[in-house]
């Protein structure tokens, strides 16, 4: 038997080494990816410099103003060469220090910020403030590490402590959740104010703390860091607190949500996919699509090592990428267009890793941006994925981000100027060091015994084949310690379920619409029935228990007897999906019964009106859907009772605590 398994596992090890791509196809594509951006950046510096974008169809410069407005999609535009900004730690991780101390040179003496132009906050900061943030670090690492640009004396923070200064008045709202949009030399005026939206996305308020931090950590102003972190906690506290989901839109002053707007939230289904569902049912589907941003999502769960997921929802989008040579903005769960147009976006290049079968992905992209993309001076976005048909666009994180994960993806680590393992990326992709607290430049490492000379005396054969399982995602080492020798197949085998999943014409079928025989009727559901017990657990599906005594279920196919059964579970999942959606319906308002609080009135109250009107008191009390949780019956928790203040009686400002106790 354990021979059997080693000619298995030999087996499965040349199935992956067969895959393996030559380094010097790998090398080479690293030189396209490096071309690619060069052809990007030198038109825009030829066709386009000063302006914030390039116009890769008509060969011209964009600037705030001078085309025709395309909406909301203008307000990253504030005619400070947005493009060169975002495009600096870019030049620097492709080995380019000249160009890189030009464009650095080019934006201290000619960008300004005191302009009379509207801008968004969340835009300006990813792109602007990181992107002078990414070339002071770049700068520093030239100066200090390769002495180089002796000139430089932290002109780019001083502009991204300027830049920040002007974001700073959005902030100016009762929940500290910031404006959309700030005016760069205005402010925040109240005729602006009363005029602009009031409401924002969840993710323009949240992720301003990483480039906010950084810019109080380099500068020692604590005004940046304090003002994101709160945005970021007064999102938090507005969660809801059964689901733990936030909405996708929120008011800036009173922080309610927009309870029609749709959250992002992961449906296990099959195949799987990044669904939209209500706050407050997570298990109701608002729309029936799914958006290309969310093709970040494999990148960050092989980060928190759920791995599994990742590698189906990654070939998910794979498959979306061979059927339409791009992934459309958003589509629907059996592959469909919904919204055709493609702006050359960076998560889905951003979510793949060196693993063999991911370099051939990425040589994919790269040999579609190429066919598809490319003009005379630049790359120009997709308007429609079905026909190919160009727009002539170019935004700069294609510059900052797309083309930098592609050179990263196949370059070797001595190709780069720092070691990334120290360093963290926005998410514009930017570099900001992790111990900001210490500026100092540190010396480079000793050259340290690489793991080609660790295994040289092994056979190349055999040494090349450890490089490729170390190099693979799911690490095949890591697979072994996490799920055992058995699993190790896991990411092929998964692979090759999928594959004809989005074959041209091929449609996921409705799992209600499968004809599966359930074993049991979902409503007759008896955790304490053995026999029911046990077809679930053939289905696949999992039971827990919660602390207040819910009955929770979890399906994973790949844990079913068989995939009939796997199948069979889905049918069942689905069938208790649609029974909760009718229980909810139909008692909506008796979900969470309410609770009572006496409250005793202290006895040392001189106050008459306390005496005779308060005495004691019984205040009905409902749940709350936000802010801090409610005590179980039976916990005291403190609290204040606020009454209204009328002459001659009490304040209610200043009334004392009292200790309410739950009936």
């Given amino acids: 038997m354990q021979n059997s398994h080693l000619v298995l596992l030999l087996l499965l090890c040349l199935v992956c080494f067969s895959r393996a791509m030559q380094d010097s196809e790998r090398l080479r594509l690293r030189d396209k990816a490096k071309s690619m951006f060069q052809h990007a950046y030198d038109n825009y510096m030829t066709h386009a410099y000063p302006a914030d974008e390039l116009m890769p169809v008509s060969c011209r410069g964009r600037y705030r103003g001078s085309e025709p407005s395309r909406g909301d999609i203008d307000d990253c535009l504030g005619n400070y060469s947005l493009t060169l900004i975002d495009s600096l730690d870019t030049l620097l991780l492709l080995n380019e220090p000249e160009p890189f101390e030009y464009a650095v040179r080019l934006v201290v003496d000619n960008v300004r910020f005191n302009t009379d132009v509207v801008v968004s906050v969340f835009e300006a900061n990813i792109r602007v403030v ?38 700073l008045p959005a902030f ?11 005016n760069l030399r205005h402010g925040v005026p109240d005729r602006f104010a009363r005029n602009q939206h009031q409401d924002t996305c969840t993710a323009c308020a949240g992720s301003m703390l990483l480039e906010f931090a950084a810019l109080s950590r380099f500068s020692g102003n604590p005004e940046f860091e304090l003002r994101a972190r709160r945005a970021l906690d007064a999102l938090w506290s507005q969660r809801n607190l059964h689901s733990n989901l936030v909405g996708t839109v929120i008011n800036i002053h009173n922080g309610d949500w927009h309870y029609e707007a749709v959250q992002n939230y992961l449906q296990l289904c099959r195949p799987p996919l990044l669904s939209d569902v209500l706050m407050h049912q997570p298990l109701t589907r608002t729309r029936n699509f799914m958006d290309a941003l969310a093709a970040f999502w494999p990148g960050l769960q ?19 990428v061979q059927r339409y040579n791009f992934i459309p903005e958003a589509f629907t769960p059996d592959f469909h267009v919904h919204w055709a147009h493609h702006p050359l976006r960076p998560e889905f290049i951003e979510s793949t890793t060196r693993d063999p079968h991911y370099l051939e992905v990425g040589k994919r992209v790269i040999n579609n941006l190429e066919k598809y993309s490319r003009t005379e001076c630049g790359y120009a976005a997709i308007s429609d994925v079905r026909t190919m048909e160009k727009s002539d666009q170019l935004d700069s994180f294609v510059l900052a981000e797309t083309f930098k994960y592609l050179y990263l993806l196949f370059a070797n680590d001595s190709d780069l100027p720092v070691d990334l393992d120290a360093y963290v990326f926005t998410t514009e992709a930017h570099l900001l060091p992790l111990e900001l607290a210490n500026l100092a430049i540190k010396p480079p490492k000793s050259a340290a015994p690489s793991a080609s000379t660790s295994t040289s005396r092994r056979q190349p054969q055999q040494a090349a084949l450890l490089s490729v399982m170390n190099d693979s995602c799911p690490n095949y080492n890591l697979r072994r310690r996490l799920f055992g020798a058995d699993d190790t197949a ?14 041209p014409g091929a449609a996921i079928p409705d799992a209600s619409q499968q004809k599966s025989v359930l074993p049991f009727d979902p409503r007759e559901l008896d955790a304490n029935n053995p026999e029911q017990q046990a077809a ?38 689905q069938a208790m999906i649609n029974l909760a959606a009718m229980t909810v319906n139909k008692n909506e308002q008796m979900q969470h019964p309410p609770n009572y609080l006496y409250c005793p009135i202290p006895a040392s ?9 308060l005495g004691s008191t019984e205040t009905q009390v409902g749940p709350s859907q936000f802010g801090p949780p409610m005590s179980v019956t039976g916990e005291s928790h403190l609290g204040y009772l606020l009454w209204p203040s009328r002459p001659g009686g009490i304040d209610g400002c200043t009334l004392e605590s009292l200790d309410p106790l739950p009936r």
């Avoid at 819910?550 to 059964?565: I, K, V, Y």
């Avoid at 109250?605 to 009107?613: E, G, H, Q, V």
Wanted: net charge positive.
């Fill in 490 to 503: 896991f990411h092929w085998r998964r692979r090759l379920q999928l594959k004809p999943s989005v074959a």
């Fill in 130 to 167: 990181g992107g002078l943030l990414g070339g002071h670090v770049g700068s520093l690492v030239l100066k200090h590490r390769f002495g180089r640009m002796s000139w430089y004396s932290d002109q780019l923070l001083s502009m991204a402590v300027d830049l920040g200064n002007r974001l």
């Fill in 172 to 182: 100016n709202t009762s929940t500290g959740i910031p404006y959309p949009r700030v």
């Fill in 536 to 573: 679930l657990v053939s289905m696949g599906i999992a039971t827990v228990r919660t602390g207040s005594g819910q009955l929770q279920l979890f399906h994973n196919p790949d844990n079913a007897e068989s995939p009939e059964l796997g199948r069979v579970g889905l049918a069942f999942m």
């Fill in 605 to 613: 109250s001189k106050d008459s009106f306390n005496a005779t009107i």
């Fill in 302 to 320: 092989v980060m928190t090592g759920d791995l599994k997921p990742a590698v189906e929802l990654h070939e998910i989008l794979y498959q979306v």
